[in-house]
């Protein structure tokens, strides 16, 4: 079982419509998750940040970190065609150190205009 | 005035032979990882040094050697390229609570070298 699984997608929905990006995990130790956007031929670029169960929002951002079913989310409301990128989700052991990130393969988003 | 840039961002060379690319980060972080990037954009460690030291070393053949000169600059030397080492490299910096972090360890990505063997 991989460490952490995401749908590659393509994902394609309507300007405006609410996105929903999720990532399971298998390991508890994981404390600290994130949600990074990549552009094509770009790096990844952090978005959200969550270290706790719950929801964090962050203007049309919403993360969702639910730590008794290893399960995370991203909501995007209002989405834009600007908006289309590969979302990556990462996972870290502790919020401090020199700790990588153990990254999903990425869901491809497409926001038509 | 870019926080972590790398050079060179493209690389075409022949299998079998050496290469390095370099990565810089203006952050005033102390903390640097190199991560790969495979043709399916699955992104994975490869090292991280904190204070010029190697910290994680993950299962890497040792074709691959990090050299950390300063805390501000991490290099990556490859010898004797072979073809399934054509990827995407991308070098990120950290530092809890550091110049531009939102969050503690937050990582920030340079642009990454398009490295293909032929």
């Known amino acids: 079982q991989k460490e952490v699984e995401q749908d590659p997608g393509p994902l394609s929905v309507p300007e405006g419509a609410i996105v929903s990006l999720n990532c399971t995990y298998s390991?508890?130790?994981?404390?600290?998750f994130m949600w990074y956007r990549q552009y094509s031929r770009k790096g990844p670029e952090l978005l959200m940040y969550?270290?706790?169960?719950g929801n964090k929002e962050d203007g049309r951002f919403t993360a969702q970190v639910d730590k008794s079913s290893k399960y995370i989310s991203l909501f995007i409301r209002d989405s834009q065609p600007s908006d289309s990128a590969t979302y990556l989700c990462?996972?870290?052991?502790?919020?401090?150190?020199?700790?990588?990130?153990?990254f999903g393969k990425g869901t491809h988003l497409i926001i038509q205009p | 005035d870019t926080a972590v840039s790398q050079t060179p961002k493209y690389l075409v060379t022949q299998m079998g032979n050496d290469k390095s690319i370099k990565c810089e980060q203006n952050?005033?972080?102390?903390?640097m990882y190199w991560y790969k990037q495979d043709s399916k954009k699955f992104l994975k460690i490869m090292f991280s040094?904190?204070?010029?030291?190697?910290?994680i070393n993950e299962t890497v053949p040792n074709r691959f050697s990090p050299k950390s000169p300063d805390k501000a600059h991490l290099n990556l030397h490859i010898n004797s390229l072979e073809l399934g080492d054509s990827a995407v490299y991308f070098c990120?910096?950290?530092?809890?609570?550091?110049?531009?972090?939102?969050?503690?360890?937050?990582?920030?990505f340079g642009p990454g070298t398009r490295l293909t063997v032929l």
């Open positions: 990120a910096s950290s530092h809890p609570g550091g110049q531009g972090a939102r969050y503690g360890n937050e990582q920030f």
């Open positions: 390991n508890s130790a994981f404390q600290y």
């Open positions: 969550t270290y706790s169960s």
């Open positions: 990462a996972v870290g052991y502790s919020g401090g150190g020199a700790d990588g990130l153990t």
């Open positions: 952050l005033g972080h102390d903390t």
């Open positions: 040094y904190n204070n010029k030291e190697l910290i």
